[in-house]
């Protein structure tokens, strides 16, 4: 297997799907040495038959904004990846969203599955339906518009997904009343980020967040070093920084620097438990502005237009946002400017050239999305088996799980990515540890 060939022809056949390009990519240059020690993998075409999805289904989804006007958007789901596990993976609503942008998070998530050692495939989906500005009635009536589609393409034993960018508890409960009045299935299974009357899981809100602390705190104790007093700056204020926000003030570090489109909000001293819970608001608003941060705290915050989370100083940059908002450019400044650890948070947040400039630094500690943010999925794993057997475990149960699963993603990048002169390349690491589980299932089941 060639990288660059498979690459070339990839290219010709999807042109113009820069994000999708790039994700694979990324992974068949870190698996590209130990696939060719598998003579098997070649044979069977393991990495040409993992790098296309399974299917995906394309639908259009007519709606009726408060105005009265007759709306139009398009609905996506991509089923990536089947052989460890029904499909499971987000639902993403954003403006930008193209079948590129699914086909990448899609990519990723059978790799991400494959690390939590739970048995689920990959899959992701969603629609370019436009959050911003839209009212609480709107948001149902183009969820519910949304399933009508949908419902045919999923089960619990089939197809599960979940909350992403713009797709939270309030969409995922639009989402399910509309499947069970259309597909009379009333189980709880068919998605998972549920509310906690009607089968969700506790911490399932809080996990990728969560997750992506107790990891980075895996990367730190590996290096000798510890979380406790570290300036730490994230981007976003969604669901994902909330969670992040949260764990790293309760681990005794400080968030510094909160960040949306609009800006970032500089916070000297620190996060306070308050601006936190004032996420929610601000998330639920729909107005995608930082900015209501310094409004709700002059005292604390201060907002800076046009500014990214990466202006700030601080020891750990965690991008909680969107695919490719680190560049490279910003990796310079953060290390100019003396930050020495960087876990990613979003799905593939940082840009190529950050990540190779990160790794050239000596003692730069950089961990890749896949395995950092994979507690929310594997929390809704947990949400799965609880819905299986008809119970709720307990928060304690819950968060005990999830630690065990980060470590053990933790323990795999170790373990596939320690380098020669002993240094972890955690980009390796997950890449090849997921990699390596999905293509032995792949080999097993035959040409299917
Ligand atoms: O990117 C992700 O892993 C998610 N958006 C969560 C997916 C899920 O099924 O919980």
Same mark, same amino acid.
């Given at each position: 297997?060639?990288?660059?060939?498979?690459?070339?022809?990839?290219?010709?056949?999807?042109?113009?799907?820069?994000?999708?390009?790039?994700?694979?990519?990324?992974?068949?240059?870190?698996?590209?040495?130990?696939?060719?020690?598998?003579?098997?993998?070649? +044979?069977?075409?393991?990495?040409?038959?993992?790098?296309?999805?399974?299917? #995906?289904?394309?639908?259009?989804?007519?709606?009726?904004?408060?105005?009265?006007?007759?709306?139009?958007?398009?609905?996506?789901?991509?089923?990536?990846? =089947?052989?460890?596990?029904?499909? $499971?993976?987000?639902?993403?609503?954003?403006?930008?969203?193209?079948? !590129?942008?699914?086909?990448?998070?899609?990519?990723?998530?059978?790799?991400?599955?494959? &690390?939590?050692?739970?048995?689920?495939?990959?899959?992701?989906?969603?629609?370019?339906?436009?959050?911003?500005?839209?009212?609480?009635?709107?948001?149902?009536? /183009?969820?519910?518009?949304?399933?009508?589609?949908?419902?045919?393409?999923?089960?619990?034993?089939?197809?599960?997904?979940?909350?992403?960018?713009?797709?939270?508890?309030?969409?995922?409960?639009? &989402?399910?009343?509309?499947?069970?009045?259309?597909?009379?299935?009333?189980?709880?299974?068919?998605?998972?980020?549920?509310?906690?009357?009607?089968?969700? !899981?506790?911490?399932?809100?809080?996990?990728?967040?969560?997750?992506?602390?107790?990891?980075?705190?895996?990367?730190?104790?590996?290096?000798? @070093?510890?979380? $406790?007093?570290?300036?730490?700056?994230? !981007?976003?204020?969604?669901?994902?920084?909330?969670?992040?926000? @949260? @764990?790293?003030?309760?681990?005794?570090?400080?968030?510094?620097?909160?960040?949306?489109?609009?800006?970032?909000?500089?916070?000297?001293? *620190?996060?306070?438990?308050?601006?936190?819970?004032?996420?929610?608001?601000?998330? =639920?608003?729909?107005?995608?502005?930082? %900015?209501?941060?310094?409004?709700?705290?002059?005292?604390?915050?201060?907002?800076?237009?046009?500014? $990214?989370?990466? =202006? %700030?100083?601080?020891?750990?940059?965690?991008?909680?946002?969107?695919?490719?908002? &680190?560049?490279?450019?910003?990796?310079?400044?953060?290390?100019?400017?003396?930050?020495?650890?960087?876990?990613?948070? !979003?799905?593939?947040?940082?840009?190529?050239?950050? #990540?190779?400039?990160?790794? =050239? +630094?000596? *003692?730069?500690?950089?961990?890749?999305? @896949?395995?950092?943010?994979?507690?929310?999925?594997?929390?809704?794993?947990?949400?799965?088996?609880?819905?299986?057997?008809?119970?709720?475990?307990?928060?304690?149960?819950?968060?005990?799980? &999830?630690?065990?699963?980060?470590?053990? #993603?933790?323990?795999?990048?170790?373990?596939?990515?320690?380098?020669?002169? *002993?240094?972890?390349?955690?980009?390796?690491?997950?890449?090849?540890?997921? /990699?390596?589980?999905?293509?032995?299932?792949?080999?097993?089941?035959?040409?299917?």
């Amino acid at each position: 297997m060639k990288t660059q060939a498979i690459m070339q022809q990839l290219a010709a056949k999807h042109p113009g799907e820069a994000e999708y390009l790039q994700a694979v990519e990324e992974v068949l240059n870190s698996i590209e040495e130990v696939y060719n020690q598998h003579p098997e993998f070649e +044979q069977a075409k393991i990495v040409e038959r993992m790098v296309e999805p399974d299917r #995906i289904f394309t639908f259009r989804v007519t709606w009726v904004d408060d105005a009265g006007q007759v709306q139009t958007n398009l609905g996506y789901r991509v089923q990536f990846n =089947s052989a460890i596990g029904p499909y $499971k993976g987000g639902l993403r609503f954003h403006v930008a969203v193209n079948p !590129s942008m699914l086909k990448f998070l899609g990519f990723e998530q059978t790799f991400k599955n494959a &690390l939590t050692t739970l048995p689920m495939g990959g899959g992701k989906g969603g629609s370019d339906f436009d959050p911003i500005g839209k009212s609480d009635a709107e948001i149902m009536r /183009f969820c519910q518009a949304f399933m009508l589609e949908l419902w045919r393409c999923i089960g619990p034993d089939q197809d599960i997904p979940a909350g992403d960018v713009g797709v939270g508890g309030r969409e995922i409960g639009y &989402l399910n009343g509309m499947y069970q009045k259309l597909s009379r299935q009333y189980h709880t299974g068919v998605l998972t980020g549920k509310g906690m009357t009607w089968g969700g !899981s506790i911490l399932r809100p809080e996990a990728t967040g969560y997750g992506a602390l107790y990891f980075t705190q895996h990367v730190l104790h590996q290096a000798g @070093k510890d979380i $406790k007093g570290k300036r730490i700056a994230i !981007s976003g204020f969604g669901n994902v920084a909330w969670g992040a926000c @949260k @764990k790293a003030v309760e681990l005794g570090a400080q968030v510094i620097a909160v960040s949306g489109p609009d800006g970032v909000c500089a916070i000297e001293n *620190g996060i306070t438990p308050e601006m936190i819970d004032y996420m929610l608001v601000m998330r =639920s608003s729909n107005r995608n502005k930082v %900015q209501d941060m310094a409004d709700k705290f002059p005292q604390q915050a201060q907002f800076i237009a046009g500014k $990214k989370a990466w =202006s %700030q100083k601080c020891d750990i940059a965690l991008p909680c946002a969107f695919q490719n908002e &680190l560049s490279e450019d910003d990796a310079r400044e953060l290390v100019k400017n003396g930050t020495w650890c960087c876990c990613e948070v !979003s799905n593939m947040g940082c840009q190529p050239g950050a #990540i190779h400039f990160f790794q =050239s +630094q000596k *003692g730069f500690l950089f961990a890749p999305g @896949k395995a950092v943010n994979a507690g929310g999925v594997a929390t809704s794993g947990l949400e799965m088996t609880q819905n299986a057997e008809h119970i709720s475990w307990t928060g304690k149960e819950v968060d005990e799980r &999830l630690h065990h699963i980060m470590e053990s #993603i933790h323990e795999q990048c170790v373990r596939f990515g320690t380098q020669k002169d *002993g240094t972890i390349d955690y980009v390796k690491g997950a890449n090849i540890a997921g /990699f390596m589980k999905v293509a032995q299932a792949m080999l097993e089941q035959g040409l299917v």
